[in-house]
């Protein structure tokens, strides 16, 4: 079975920084591009960022572009999504996801930016 898990969401200040992972299984990355969503409180689902198979090409949402950064380790598996110059309005639970609608996704990890 297709299995994503995400991890390295916390508690952190405005200005911090966290480093997310997707550990997948079921599936082999390397042939599909990977993304990663966000959803805030009451919010819908917003995509955030998206690499190609091989990793050479990413885009970013208007929102955190400049300050996250999404690359993939074909060989363990793993697609990341670094997270810098946090801001309230980050706060939400971060989804990976193998579809560009998000519908295969994790269960997600909670970022909450505050001080």
């Known amino acids: 079975a297709v299995q994503l898990v995400e991890s390295g969401g916390g508690l952190v200040q405005p200005g911090g920084s966290l480093r997310l992972s997707c550990t997948v299984s079921?599936?082999?990355?390397?042939?599909?591009?990977m993304y990663w969503f966000r959803q805030a409180p009451g919010k819908g689902l917003e995509r955030v960022s998206s690499i190609s198979r091989g990793g050479g090409v990413t885009w970013y949402a208007d929102s955190v572009k400049g300050r996250f950064t999404i690359s993939r380790d074909n060989a363990k598996n793993t697609l990341y999504l670094q997270l810098n110059s946090l801001k309230t309005e980050d706060t939400a639970m971060y989804y990976c996801?193998?579809?560009?609608?998000?519908?295969?996704r994790g269960q997600g990890t909670q970022v909450t930016v505050s001080s």
């Open positions: 996801a193998k579809d560009s609608q998000g519908f295969q």
């Open positions: 079921g599936f082999t990355i390397s042939g599909d591009w």
